[in-house]
C-alpha cells in the first residue's frame, strides 16, 4: 500500500500535472490583479463573482491555501522521485558494467572489429593506456579466454539529475520558509488579529503585533525626515499587522537626485540605526540597488512620499465676495486638516493630502527648446470636505505654467479618484499676478457694481434716441452675465430653452453671445481701467478670452475658493522595506545546485566503451570496441571514431 | 591525432594554432587595456565581469574560428566610430562615416537592412540549392551581426558622451534589447549552421530575426525609442550586464527552437520522395537541432531567472515576488522543463513536440514583450 502510494507520488503523471496547475495557478496570479480593494473587485465583478473569487483566494493567489498545498505536494513529489531513483542511478553511475555479455557489444550504437598480431597482454596494455588519454576510468576483467575492458567517463551526468531535483526541493523549501505560513497559522488558529483600522502605531493592539521573534517578514514602514521608528507593518490581506523591530531607525535625511535632464537619478535615505541590545550605533546611506544589511535584517530604499510639508496657503474665494472680499491665510500641514469658513458662511474641512517640490513632465514644447522635461514646479493636493462628509479633490500648482505661450494657475478638480483631474486654467496678466482675473470675477459677482459698470460703459456709446434700447440692452446683458456667473455657458443655453421659441434660439444664441462677451469686456476695461474706445492689445484680447473660458468654469468648480500657495517647508518621508528572509540559506545553494545540474545533464554525457580482446583461432587477437553516449550521441561518434582507428595503429607502433 | 577530425571542429582550422594565440593575445590585451584605462568607471563586481567576458570570448574563439573574425572586424569598426565620435556628440550629424555607417543608429540600421536582406537570400539558396548563393546569405548574416555588435558599443560611448552620469550599457531598454535579441539569435543560429553542416535552415530562423528588425524599426520611426535616455534608478546595477544578456541567450534559443519546429512540421508533412524532403534536412537532424537549441536556452534562462532572482533580492527587498514578469518566467521556464523531461525520460518525438516548441515561442514572447504590454508591475521599463 505505502509503496503504491510512494511510487503515486515520484510518478512522472503527477510531477507533470503539478507542473501544469502550479503554471495555470501563476497564470492566474498575473491576468487578475493581485492584492487590490476589495471595493475595486466588487465593481469589476459584481457581488456574486466577488464572493466566488475571494474565497478561492484568488485575490491572492500565491499566498492561498491551495497554492502552498500544490507547492507542498511538488515538494513531495520530487523529493520522492528522487528517492525512489536516487540511488539506481548512483549505482548506475558507478557501475562499470564490467560483466556485459560478449553478444551485446555488437549491438551497440557504436561497435568495431579487428584483429591483430600481437600478444594480448600487450594490446590490453597499449588499449587500457590510450583508453586514459582519452580521460576514460577502467575496469578490467579476465575470464577464461577473453579480456574485457570497461570503461567509462562523463559519470557526473547522472548526479546532474540528482542535482537538479534536488535543487528544485531545496528551493521550494526554503521560499516555503520565507513565505508567510507561520502567520497565516496563526492569524487562522492562533491569537494574531489582523488590524484594518487606521491606527497610530502605539494604540496597535497586542493581539496584532508580532514581536521581534518573527524570522521571516517583509514589512513597510514610512519615516519622515527626522523621525523614527522601531517597527514596520505587514500588510495581510485588506489589513495589516505590526512587525516590532530589535533596533530603532531614524532617517536623517531623504534626498532625489536628478540628471540634467530633469529626471530622477537617485533616491538616497541617510539612515541612523540604534540597536539597544548590541548597544551600537550605525549610520549608513541607502539607495535603490544598495540596501543597508544588519543582523539578517535587510532595509531598502523602496518609496517616498511626503512626511509633513508645512504649507502657508492663500484662499481666495470665489463665490460672493462682496460678503466676504478678504483672502484668508492657513499654515498646514501636508496629512493635516483645518477648519474653515467658506464665503457663504458654510463650513469645510480642508484636508491636505500631498506635496510635491518638482512636477518633471515631458511636453511638446519642452523637447522644441532642446529639453526633454519641464519642471511645472511645486504643486500639493487636497480635499474639501463639506460637513455632510461629501468632499472633491484638488490638485494646484504654485507657479504659473506656461502653455502655447500664455500663463496659467492649474487648479485641476475631480469629485472621486477613479477619475482624471479636470482643470481649471486661470490666466495671469501681464504682472504674473491672478489679481486681474480675480478682480473681474469680484465685479462679476458684486451686483451693485456691476450694474454700475454695465450701465455707465453703455452709456458713453448710445445718442439721446437710442437710450430705450440702450436700457433694455443693459438690462439683458446682465441678466445674461448673472446667468453666466452662476451657471456658466450651460445656464445661459437652460435659459434659453425655457423662454425662447424653438425657432429664434439659433439667433437669441448669437445675440445673447455677443451681449455676454461684451459685458466681460466691459468689466475687463473697468478693470484696466480702460476707456472703451483704447481698444485692447494682442495680448490683452488673448487675456480676455481665457478669463472668460475660466469664468465659464467656476461654477462647476465645486470649491468657494481658489488655494494659493505661497511659501512651503519641505518634509519628505521615506519608505523603507524591512525584510528578514532565512529561507535564503537554503534557495541560493539551491540556485547553485540547479545550474550545476542543469550543465551537467545538457553538457556532460555520460560515454562508455568496452573493448573485448579475445585469442582468436588464427593466432591473432580479435579486438571488439563498442560504445554508447547517454548525450550528445554526433561528439561521440567523432570521438569513437578517432580511438578505433588510433587503437588500430597502436600494435603495430609496438610490433616496430 | 589530427588524422580523422572533422576539420569544421578543429581550432587550428582558421589560421592555425599561431593565429588563435595572435588573436588571444589581442583578446587580453583589450580587456587589460579596460580593465586598466575603465577602472574609475567599475565597481568589483564589474572587473569580474569584465573577466569573465574576456575568458567567455577565448573559449568561443577557440571553439569558433569564424567567431574570431567577427570580433575583429567589430573592434576595428567600433574603434574607427570612436576615434570619429572624439569627445563630441555632435559629431555624429556631421562626420560622413558616423552619420551613413558607424554612429549607433546607422549602424543599426545596416544590421536591419542586412538581416532583412538575408533571409530571401537563405530561400533562395535553399530553393535553388546553390551553395555560393548559401554561403552569399551566411556572409550577410555574418555581416549583420557585425553591425549589430558595433552598433551597440559605439552606443554604449554615445551614453556617456550624453553626459557622465548618464552612460549605461545599451541593453536596458526595450529597443536595445530588440538589437541584442537579433544579434544573439543570429550568432546561435551561425553557431549550429556549422555544428550540423546545413544552410538549409537559415531563412527559417532569420524569419524570427526579420520580424523582431520589423519591430525595431517601427519602434523607432514611430516611438522615437532610439533615444538615449538617462537609466531609472532600479536599472543602476551590474547586475544588468549578466542578467540580460542571459536572458537574451535563453530567448534567442527559444525563438531559433520554434522556427526549427517550422521546418520540421513541413518536414513531417512532404513526400517522401518529395522535392521538399530532398531540400530540407531529415527530421532526426531536425529534432537534434531543436533539442539543443532548447537546452542551451534552458541553461542560460535558468541562469537568467536566477541572476534576476539574486538582483530582485538586491532591489525590491525579495527574491522573489511573484511580480507578472517573473512568474511569466517560471511559466516559461516550467514549459519547456515539461519539453525537455518528455523527450529525455519518455524519448517523444515528432510533430507533437515540433508544434510544443512553436507554441514555446508564443508563451516566451508573451514573457517578453506581453506582461510590459499588459500586466502591471515591478519590471515596468520596457512600456510600449
Known amino acids: ?656 | 591525432m589530427t588524422s580523422a577530425v572533422n576539420s569544421l571542429s578543429n581550432p587550428s582550422y582558421a589560421g592555425g594554432r599561431a593565429g588563435f594565440l595572435a588573436w588571444a593575445v589581442a583578446v587580453l590585451a583589450a580587456a587589460g587595456y579596460a580593465l586598466f584605462s575603465l577602472q574609475p568607471l567599475m565597481n568589483g563586481y564589474e572587473v569580474i565581469i569584465l573577466l569573465l567576458a574576456a575568458a567567455g570570448t577565448l573559449w568561443l574563439g577557440h571553439a569558433w574560428p569564424s567567431f574570431r573574425g567577427l570580433t575583429l572586424a567589430v573592434a576595428v569598426l567600433t574603434l574607427v566610430g570612436l576615434q570619429q565620435y572624439g569627445d563630441q556628440l555632435a559629431n555624429a550629424d556631421t562626420r560622413f562615416l558616423l552619420v551613413y555607417v558607424l554612429a549607433s543608429q546607422s549602424a543599426i540600421m545596416w544590421m536591419s537592412a542586412l538581416f532583412i536582406l538575408a533571409t530571401p537570400t537563405y530561400f533562395a539558396a535553399l530553393l535553388a540549392r546553390s551553395p555560393f548563393t548559401g554561403q552569399v546569405a551566411s556572409g550577410l548574416t555574418w555581416s549583420a551581426v557585425a553591425m549589430g555588435l558595433t552598433g551597440l558599443l559605439v552606443r554604449w560611448r554615445e551614453t556617456y558622451l550624453v553626459g557622465a552620469d548618464i552612460g549605461y550599457i545599451p541593453i536596458s531598454n526595450l529597443y536595445e534589447v530588440f538589437v541584442l535579441f537579433c544579434l544573439i539569435t543570429a550568432l546561435i543560429y551561425l553557431f549550429y549552421e556549422r555544428r550540423f553542416q546545413t544552410r538549409a535552415l537559415g531563412g527559417f530562423a532569420m524569419l524570427v530575426i526579420s520580424a523582431a528588425v520589423g519591430f525595431l524599426l517601427w519602434y523607432s520611426h514611430s516611438r522615437g525609442a532610439h533615444v538615449i535616455e538617462p537609466l531609472v534608478p532600479a536599472l543602476q546595477s551590474y547586475w544588468m550586464k549578466i542578467h540580460v544578456p542571459a536572458n537574451f541567450i535563453g530567448y534567442g534559443c527559444f525563438s531559433l527552437a520554434a522556427m526549427i519546429g517550422v521546418a520540421a512540421l513541413l518536414r513531417y508533412r512532404a513526400a517522401p520522395a518529395g522535392r521538399l524532403a530532398q531540400l530540407l534536412p531529415e527530421p532526426a537532424l531536425l529534432e537534434e537541432f531543436m533539442y539543443r537549441a532548447i537546452a542551451l536556452g534552458f541553461a542560460f534562462f535558468t541562469l537568467a531567472t536566477i541572476l534576476g532572482s539574486l538582483w530582485a533580492a538586491e532591489a525590491w527587498g525579495g527574491y522573489w515576488s511573484w511580480d507578472p514578469k517573473e512568474t511569466w518566467a517560471l511559466i516559461v521556464w516550467l514549459n519547456y522543463a515539461a519539453w525537455l523531461h518528455m523527450r529525455m525520460t519518455k524519448g517523444w518525438r515528432g510533430p507533437a513536440m515540433a508544434w510544443w516548441a512553436i507554441v514555446g515561442l508564443f508563451v516566451t514572447l508573451f514573457a517578453f514583450l506581453g506582461v510590459n504590454m499588459f500586466l502591471s508591475g515591478l519590471h515596468s521599463y520596457g512600456e510600449l
Not at chain 1, 66 to 80: D, G, I, K
Not at chain 1, 82 to 105: F, Q, W
Not at chain 1, 263 to 275: A, E, H, I, T
Not at chain 1, 465 to 480: F, K, M, N, V
Open chain 1, 1 to 656: 500500500m505505502s509503496s503504491r502510494l510512494l511510487r503515486f507520488l515520484g510518478s512522472m503523471p503527477l510531477a507533470v500535472t503539478l507542473l501544469s496547475a502550479v503554471a495555470i495557478a501563476s497564470v492566474i496570479g498575473t491576468l487578475l490583479q493581485q492584492n487590490q480593494p476589495y471595493q475595486d473587485y466588487l465593481i469589476k465583478f459584481g457581488p456574486f463573482w466577488h464572493q466566488v473569487y475571494l474565497s478561492l483566494g484568488l485575490y491572492d493567489v500565491y499566498s492561498s491555501l491551495w497554492f502552498l498545498l500544490l507547492l507542498a505536494f511538488l515538494v513531495a513529489s520530487t523529493s520522492v522521485c528522487l528517492l525512489l531513483n536516487g540511488p539506481a542511478i548512483v549505482a548506475s553511475a558507478s557501475d562499470y558494467r564490467e560483466h556485459l555479455h560478449s553478444k551485446i557489444l555488437a549491438h551497440m550504437p557504436e561497435h568495431q572489429q579487428w584483429r591483430v598480431f600481437a600478444p594480448l597482454s600487450l594490446v590490453q596494455g597499449q588499449l587500457q593506456q590510450l583508453l586514459q588519454q582519452y580521460g576514460y576510468r577502467l575496469r578490467s576483467r579476465a575470464d577464461g579466454e577473453r579480456v574485457l575492458i570497461a570503461a567509462k567517463k562523463g559519470s557526473a551526468n547522472r548526479f546532474g539529475y540528482i542535482c537538479a531535483h534536488l535543487a528544485v526541493v531545496v528551493i521550494c523549501i526554503g521560499g516555503l520558509l520565507d513565505g508567510n505560513i507561520p502567520m497565516k497559522w496563526q492569524s487562522l488558529f492562533g491569537s494574531l488579529a489582523i488590524e484594518t483600522r487606521d491606527l497610530p502605531a502605539s494604540q496597535v493592539p497586542a493581539a496584532s503585533r508580532l514581536d521581534t521573534d518573527n524570522s521571516a517578514f517583509r514589512a513597510n514602514i514610512s519615516i519622515p525626515e527626522g523621525s523614527a521608528a522601531d517597527f514596520a507593518f505587514i500588510n495581510v490581506g485588506r489589513g495589516y499587522v505590526l512587525q516590532e523591530l530589535p533596533f530603532q531607525i531614524r532617517l536623517k535625511d531623504f534626498r532625489i537626485e536628478h540628471y540634467s535632464t530633469g529626471q530622477p537619478k537617485s533616491f538616497q535615505s541617510d539612515l541612523v540605526l540604534r540597536d539597544p541590545e548590541r548597544d551600537t550605533t550605525l549610520e549608513k546611506t541607502i539607495s535603490v540597488n544598495e540596501p543597508l544589511r544588519y543582523r539578517g535584517f535587510n532595509i531598502y530604499q523602496a518609496s517616498f512620499e511626503d512626511g509633513g510639508s508645512k504649507l502657508d496657503l492663500t484662499l481666495r474665494p470665489l463665490i460672493e465676495p462682496a460678503a466676504n472680499p478678504e483672502a484668508l491665510d492657513v499654515s498646514v500641514r501636508v496629512n493635516d486638516s483645518v477648519k474653515v469658513t467658506a464665503p457663504d458662511s458654510s463650513e469645510l474641512k480642508l484636508e491636505i493630502e500631498d506635496f510635491r517640490a518638482y512636477n518633471i513632465n515631458r511636453t511638446a514644447a519642452s523637447v522644441e527648446r532642446g529639453q526633454d522635461f519641464r519642471d511645472d514646479g511645486p504643486s500639493f493636493q487636497f480635499k474639501l470636505r463639506r460637513v455632510d462628509g461629501s468632499a472633491r479633490e484638488y490638485r494646484n500648482y504654485m507657479r504659473p505654467v506656461t502653455l502655447e505661450g500664455r500663463d496659467y494657475l492649474l487648479s485641476g478638480t475631480r469629485g472621486s479618484q477613479a477619475e482624471p483631474f479636470r482643470y481649471l486654467y486661470i490666466p495671469v496678466d501681464a504682472a504674473g499676478s491672478a489679481d486681474t482675473f480675480f478682480e473681474m470675477l469680484h465685479l462679476l459677482h458684486d451686483d451693485d457694481r456691476l450694474a454700475q459698470v454695465i450701465r455707465d460703459r453703455a452709456g458713453q456709446r448710445p445718442s439721446e434716441d437710442e437710450r430705450e434700447l440702450t436700457q433694455q440692452l443693459t438690462g439683458a446683458t446682465l441678466t445674461i452675465l448673472k446667468l453666466f456667473r452662476d451657471g456658466g455657458y450651460g445656464a445661459i443655453a437652460e435659459h434659453m430653452d425655457t423662454s425662447v421659441p424653438e425657432d429664434q434660439r439659433q439667433f437669441a444664441s448669437e445675440a445673447y453671445i455677443k451681449l455676454l462677451h461684451g459685458g466681460l469686456r466691459s468689466l475687463y476695461l473697468e478693470v484696466l481701467d480702460q476707456s472703451a474706445d483704447s481698444g485692447l492689445s494682442e495680448s490683452q484680447s488673448l487675456f480676455l478670452d481665457d478669463a472668460i473660458s475660466a469664468l465659464a468654469g467656476v461654477p462647476n468648480y465645486g470649491a468657494p475658493f481658489y488655494i494659493a500657495l505661497n511659501d512651503y517647508e519641505q518634509r519628505q518621508a521615506s519608505g523603507l522595506l524591512i525584510a528578514r528572509s532565512p529561507g535564503k540559506l537554503l534557495v541560493y545553494p539551491g540556485f547553485a545546485l540547479l545550474l550545476a545540474g542543469i550543465f551537467l545533464l545538457f553538457y556532460i554525457a555520460q560515454r562508455r566503451v568496452w573493448i573485448e580482446l579475445r585469442e582468436a583461432d588464427d593466432g591473432r587477437v580479435q579486438v571488439d570496441i563498442a560504445g554508447e553516449s547517454n548525450r550528445l550521441q554526433d561528439e561521440f561518434r567523432q570521438e569513437f571514431e578517432q580511438l578505433a582507428s588510433q587503437a588500430r595503429q597502436a600494435p603495430e607502433q609496438a610490433s616496430r
